[in-house]
């Protein structure tokens, strides 16, 4: 299915006409569930496997913004690139990271991404077109105004999509790289996911501003504002911005209005959080509930080709799951290397020679 | 071949290695049009575009963002600090992104960021520091800082060829000061090679930066009372010369470490350990260490100049060591 899906989109991808969702084709549309319903099979393993201690580190989910990040990921193309945050790791699997990549990823083994090295979604592959964030937050919306700005003194058609929070934009870094990338007008889309809580904070402590979407003006960017819950609104708003930015229209500050039901991490016991908002998001806003009820109703797709994506997707975690237990921890001299450029390893410490 | 300055010496890399390389460009603040708070730049943004030469705004956060980011596409950025001063305010972006991304996820910033430190010239706290101990601490990143018009050159231009990140403290009081004539051709000076400035048997004053010239200026007065001082211009500070500092400790066993940068916690303690971990038995007296005091760095000359090093202080500490 994942190459099915991956492959449906790139024949459609430019059928899609600016703005226009409607015009994803059906098989587009069965993509997105498909992405959102691997996110979220591939999460529930991780909070199995976190709960067999079989993971090293926090868990940060994503449930409930499942929608946020395939429908805005879906809007780049292949040789676009997208910095992807902590709640966003299906943005990372649209852009081609894969299950098996992402548990390792988890496990800190030998042979993740990173080589057990960092952890989470902290990894990157310019080949597929991804960079994952760093903990200090904002950080990548300067980085990728970079990356961007590589793409527009080149002439390359390519574009740059960045996620942060509603934290992240408290910050210096999101003020700076976003400043930075609008006055020299690169091709960058910035995403900031609102989903009403950075760790414990409410937005209402994070901001003063009614809505994060009016910090647009102040730099002198588009703005635009779309629910986060529904994959289809949040592919459209991210795709107008990201045909703006590669006609020439510099950057776009979109804002997806989201919720976390979990806490920041697995640890989070969410205290803070007034009693029945969680229960109420998932009951009334569930993303993929959402997307059932539009597939089913306007789509006319048969709830047994749901089931069968569904099935699909939790194979495909069982099989990367299975891999990914059997990856070795790396060995502990291997955090020497790679410092520097070359193939050099520094020297250990005499004591541990 | 005539002489130029150490600051036309950086400008003849930056104008080479430009030529040389399409993918090689400048950032920062006002070294386009403006041609630099230091005039360094001067001119490029007429050679070589807009596009090459780039006028950014305020944010040492996004400049040195938007180099790695460069970088990471295979652009080879050159981005400046209008002092090094202000480096502080991209240090998250330098060490918690720059310096490990290689490490953690293959991606290599191969950049070069320029920053005009030092003091010697009433620059008050915040346009005369020498940030460089901050960064040595950091794995990950390279750092230079030359002392000659020769090296300014010749490590600017390895340093935009390198493929990791460079950071350049070029002295500002060295920039119009300084003069050299440069050797011919492609002139590059490897990173992480010492250079000996003064050969010498009796005593070695191991220093780099601005305080090179104080060494010799030091050297040149203990040789009249007989002593032979051999200077050692570290050039590089990461990754450190440890064979150059080794040899001259064997040669002399006498040390003195010169820094102007600050004491505590500045690279002259981290010179002493090495010695003291591979050649203690070749010491015939303690190591001296002769820098900056712990101080903020104080505009009025009176004061600047008891706070920083002088070529006094340096015989002194030569004297002091010599007695042993």
Redesign the interface.
């Known amino acids: 299915m994942k190459g099915d899906a991956r492959g449906a989109k790139r024949k459609e991808k430019h059928a899609a006409a600016p703005g226009v969702a409607g015009r994803l084709s059906h098989s587009d549309k069965l993509s997105l569930y498909y992405w959102m319903r691997l996110t979220r099979t591939l999460e529930e393993r991780l909070v199995n496997l976190h709960r067999q201690n079989k993971l090293v580190g926090g868990l940060f989910r994503s449930l409930g913004q499942e929608a946020d990040a395939v429908g805005s990921a879906f809007a780049v193309e292949e040789h676009d690139v997208l910095s992807s945050l902590t709640r966003n790791l299906g943005s990372l699997l649209v852009k081609g990271a894969t299950p098996v990549e992402v548990i390792r990823q988890h496990m800190a083994t030998a042979d993740s991404?990173?080589r057990g090295?960092?952890l989470g979604l902290?990894?990157?592959d310019?080949g597929r077109g991804f960079?994952?964030h760093?903990?200090?937050l904002g950080?990548m919306?300067?980085?990728?105004?970079?990356?961007?700005?590589?793409?527009?003194?080149r002439g390359e058609p390519r574009v740059g999509l960045v996620y942060l929070g509603d934290g992240a934009t408290s910050t210096?870094?999101f003020h700076?790289?976003i400043?930075?990338a609008a006055?020299?007008r690169c091709p960058l889309v910035v995403i900031a996911e609102n989903n009403g809580y950075a760790y414990s904070t409410p937005t209402a402590k994070q901001s003063a501003a009614k809505q994060f979407v009016d910090k647009a003006a102040g730099y002198g960017v588009a703005g635009d504002r779309a629910d986060g819950n529904d994959v289809l609104a949040v592919y459209e708003v991210t795709k107008r911005a990201v045909d703006r930015a590669r006609s020439g229209g510099g950057v776009t500050l979109i804002e997806l209005v989201t919720y976390r039901r979990r806490g920041h991490a697995e640890h989070d016991n969410q205290s803070y959080v007034p009693g029945g908002e969680v229960e109420r998001w998932a009951a009334e806003n569930d993303p993929i509930d959402r997307y059932v009820r539009v597939l089913i109703d306007r789509e006319k797709v048969e709830q047994s080709e749901l089931d069968a994506i569904d099935a699909r997707a939790t194979a495909e975690v069982d099989a990367a799951a299975d891999q990914a237990l059997r990856s070795p921890p790396p060995s502990g001299p291997d955090a020497l290397t790679?410092?520097?450029?070359?193939a050099s390893r520094l020297a250990p410490h005499w004591y541990r020679k | 071949m005539a002489e130029i300055t150490y600051l036309e010496a950086i400008r003849e890399a930056l104008v080479e290695e430009m030529e040389r390389d399409a993918n090689v460009f400048c950032l920062g603040e006002d070294v386009g049009v403006f041609g630099g708070a230091f005039k360094v730049t001067e001119g490029l943004q007429a050679r070589f575009g807009e596009n090459r030469v780039i006028d950014t705004p305020i944010s040492e956060i996004a400049i040195v963002g938007a180099a790695a980011g460069a970088a990471h596409m295979g652009l080879r950025p050159v981005a400046e600090m209008q002092f090094a001063d202000f480096i502080s305010c991209a240090y998250d972006v330098l060490t918690n992104y720059v310096a490990t991304s290689r490490y953690r996820t293959g991606l290599a910033c191969p950049m070069v960021v320029r920053a005009p430190s030092g003091g010697y010239v009433r620059g008050g706290p915040f346009h005369s520091q020498n940030p460089e101990a901050a960064f040595v601490h950091t794995p990950g990143l390279k750092i230079v800082c030359p002392a000659t018009a020769e090296d300014a050159k010749g490590l600017l231009k390895s340093a935009i060829r390198d493929d990791d990140c460079v950071l350049f403290f070029e002295h500002k009081y060295l920039y119009r000061r300084i003069k050299g004539v440069m050797p011919p051709g492609d002139h590059l000076t490897p990173i992480g090679k010492a250079r000996i400035a003064r050969e010498g048997k009796d005593l070695s004053i191991i220093t780099y930066g601005a305080t090179v010239w104080k060494a010799i200026e030091a050297a040149d007065q203990l040789a009249q009372a007989g002593v032979s001082v051999e200077v050692i211009d570290l050039r590089t500070l990461a990754p450190l010369d440890d064979d150059a500092i080794v040899a001259t400790v064997k040669k002399t066993n006498r040390v003195v470490i010169v820094h102007e940068d600050t004491r505590t916690g500045g690279i002259a303690g981290e010179i002493a350990a090495r010695i003291n971990e591979l050649c203690w038995e070749w010491l015939d007296a303690p190591v001296l260490r002769v820098t900056a005091h712990d101080v903020p760095l104080p505009s009025a000359a009176a004061l600047e100049d008891f706070v920083l090093p002088q070529t006094a202080d340096i015989v002194a500490a030569a004297q002091r060591v010599g007695r042993y």
């Open positions: 991404p990173t090295r960092d902290h990894f990157a310019m960079i994952g760093i903990s200090p950080d919306v300067a980085v990728m105004a970079g990356v961007t700005l590589s793409f527009k003194v210096g870094a700076e790289g400043n930075f006055v020299q790679d410092v520097y450029a070359g």
